[in-house]
């Protein structure tokens, strides 16, 4: 007994070691900076004023809570986020299942659908913005001039930019999601899809009923990986439009008054005011789904 | 296998695959095409006679070299790789250990520690990079590699750790318990034992932190001001696009060279990669 209790205790020590430096970097590089921000949040901090810093409680809040152009940030996070969320579901969803069963050619296949997530965003997004929104002296921008007058013309000024942002998460996104569920779709015994096909002829309703439900944890963290990064998205929207934001999303509106503005204080608590969205999709997640780890652990 | 009617197989497999494939690979094509491209051939006019614009007949690899010789270019290439396999390798020691303590040892806490890593993973740099954008400031590593190289961590050690603590559930515990019989230290045990079997699950984390740091952009952006200084994404962007000026021949050639590390890897370790990602969420 006593030997058993001193290894324990060793096992325990060591588990502390072993966890030591994640737990110290993730402390000093995540854990200080939230709290650091949400002190920040409640007072008037920046580099270019003189004088002591005045803590002015949620002053910054309410500002934020009656501005028009926040809302509108805030309208269009949330529409680029469930927009984009439900594409990349349903292209990803395509991927996997085309690529679950073997052909000649499937490595290929497969490189190439991964291909736009492995990439430096900030890379392949110039050759969309080539694509989408070609300079004035090149050879095919007046035909894409005209699609964006027409796209312009159709959902008001901006909404072409937007779209174009829209299509390149969806482009890079949708191939993490393809591989991702395809890992699931492997990780399921193939017996399982066998007898689906000897009870149901219904392609659909195999899906529906014996896909869906196996792949479940894989697809709801899936959906939570793609909603929170279009939520707190800042690059896509930043690369694409090569920092002239049309449309502004809450990230970008952040780092504009922090890093171009030096208004520390209104900044941080913009980019805390996503916090209330990535707990609301979290908690629906997890009442809907069982979290993978969860279930398996 | 159900036998199924041919236009059936054209209907739902192969033309979906085919539209698939054409629609992720375009802007890839364009971009080589673009980088390829001479300038004369670049500005033609839409309606000129001679216009090809989805192929090119007298391909030049002058911006190329004008990339290579007038930019800086070379500088950022090697910022961003010792930046990446740097915080890679960081992220990787500190997500095996941590990983196997998860797994593997039971300790008070061990649960409300496993899942509070996995949510910082969660936590979007958008929220970060204000705060660390002042600790930088404090700490005076603004505009150096190293400001990269601790912030990136912060993102790479939770997904590393999950990653590797379920590679390492799916090792038979009966392996080690083997190897302690046999006279093993406990780490002696992880390290001889058990890391050898995870080498799967190592390489396709360490695959997925050198692409996340390889194309990392926001903390970047923020961190590093000198032209030199920069990594290859934001320099491509925010170097090679002056005002309305954009320099699109070097900008597709830089486009295409600044991926080739992250395309070498994947062609090498795909498999890996796959292996590793099945086996992990199997556990």
């Known amino acids: 007994m006593r030997v058993a209790t001193t290894a324990r205790r060793r096992d325990i020590q060591v588990a502390y070691l072993l966890l030591a430096p994640t737990l110290l970097l993730l402390l000093t590089a995540l854990a200080y900076p939230v709290g650091w921000e949400v002190w920040t949040s409640l007072t008037d901090l920046s580099p270019l004023k003189d004088g002591p810093t005045a803590f002015v409680g949620l002053e910054n809040y309410r500002r934020f809570l009656a501005d ?75 035909f894409m001039g005209n699609v964006k007058y027409a796209v312009d013309g159709v959902l008001g000024g901006g909404a072409w930019a937007f779209l174009s942002v829209t299509l390149f998460n969806i482009w890079r996104g949708s191939s993490f999601i393809g591989v991702f569920l395809l890992a699931g779709i492997n990780a399921v015994p193939p017996e399982l899809f066998e007898c689906a096909v000897l009870e149901s002829k219904s392609a659909w309703r195999r899906f529906w009923l014996v896909t869906v439900p196996l792949l479940k944890p894989f697809l709801a963290l899936a959906v939570f990986l793609s909603l929170t990064t279009a939520f707190a998205d800042l690059a896509n929207v930043w690369m694409l439009t090569a920092g002239r934001i049309v449309y502004p999303v809450v990230g970008t509106h952040a780092y504009w008054l922090a890093i171009r503005g030096g208004q520390f204080g209104p900044a941080s608590a913009l980019s805390l005011t996503l916090v209330p969205f990535l707990l609301a999709v979290l908690l629906i997640l997890f009442r809907m789904f069982d979290p993978p780890e969860k279930e398996r652990a | ?17 085919t539209v698939f494939v054409v629609g992720t690979l375009f ?11 001479p300038d004369a051939e670049l500005y033609r006019s839409w309606r000129a006679a001679t216009n090809t614009p989805f192929w090119t007949l007298q391909p030049t690899l002058e911006h190329f070299r004008d990339l290579m010789a007038k930019t800086t270019f070379p500088h950022w290439l090697w910022n961003t790789l010792f930046i990446a396999v740097v915080s890679t390798a960081i992220s990787l020691f500190c997500g095996l250990l941590a990983g196997y303590a998860l797994a593997r040892l039971r300790f008070p806490m061990a649960g409300t520690l496993g899942t509070s890593i996995f949510v910082t993973y969660l936590v979007p740099p958008t929220l970060l990079f204000i705060p660390l954008a002042n600790i930088i400031r404090t700490f005076q590593v603004g505009d150096t590699p190293w400001a990269l190289i601790l912030t990136y961590p912060t993102f790479l050690i939770p997904f590393c750790t999950w990653l590797l603590m379920g590679y390492f559930k799916t090792i038979p515990k009966e392996l080690e318990e083997c190897a302690r019989i046999d006279g093993a230290t406990r780490f002696g045990a992880m390290v001889r034992i058990i890391f050898p079997i995870a080498v799967p699950g190592i390489l396709s984390a360490g695959i997925f932190a050198f692409t996340l740091s390889w194309n990392e952009f926001i903390y970047a952006l923020v961190f590093l001001s000198s032209p030199e200084k920069k990594t290859v994404p934001v320099g491509v962007v925010s170097e090679l696009i002056r005002g309305d000026i954009y320099f699109w021949g070097q900008l597709m050639a830089g486009a295409l060279l600044g991926s080739i590390p992250v395309a070498l890897v994947y062609s090498f370790f795909v498999e890996y990669y796959v292996t590793g990602l099945t086996g992990s969420v199997k556990g």
């Open chain 2, 27 to 37: 802007p890839f094509y364009w971009m080589l095409i673009t980088a390829i491209r």
């Open chain 2, 1 to 17: 296998m159900v036998i199924e009617r041919k236009w059936k197989t054209w209907v739902y497999f192969y033309i979906p695959l």
């Open chain 1, 68 to 142: 028009p152009e926040f809302w509108r940030a805030a309208t269009v996070t949330v529409v680029y986020a469930a927009v984009t969320s439900v594409a990349k579901l349903s292209l990803g969803v395509g991927f996997a299942l085309l690529l679950a069963r073997p052909f000649r050619g499937r490595a290929l296949v497969f490189l190439a659908i991964f291909l736009p997530w492995a990439y430096p965003a900030s890379v392949s997004v110039i050759g969309w913005y080539w694509t989408l929104n070609p300079p004035i002296p090149t050879a095919y921008s007046v």
